[in-house]
């Protein structure tokens, strides 16, 4: 048996890029999202950090478990708090 010729994996137009433009993988959530969701979510799936998109699918920024487990474990911190909000805030 001869085994199937591979392809490299096409890069999709829409995927998320860091400030220096290269493409950040791994899992695309709604800026929406909560802290506490984003958190069981990155337990889950077992990752250090979240691509956040927009309601356009477009890349908004990243968040990593420490930026978010920092936040959650501070003094101002409320169960509201958007992904966005953080974003917004590290700026």
Known sequence: M????????????SSPAAADG??????RVRDD???????SLMAGA??????????DDQSTGVVT???LTGLRDGPAYTDRIRLRDVIALAR
Do not use: F, I, Q, Y
């Open 22 to 27: 290269v493409p950040v993988p791994g899992p």
């Open 65 to 67: 478990l420490a930026l």
């Open 33 to 39: 999202m909560t802290v506490e969701v984003a958190l």
């Open 46 to 55: 077992r990752v250090d950090h979240l691509v956040l998109c927009d309601g």
């Open 2 to 13: 001869t085994p199937a010729p591979t392809r490299p994996p096409v890069p999709r137009p």
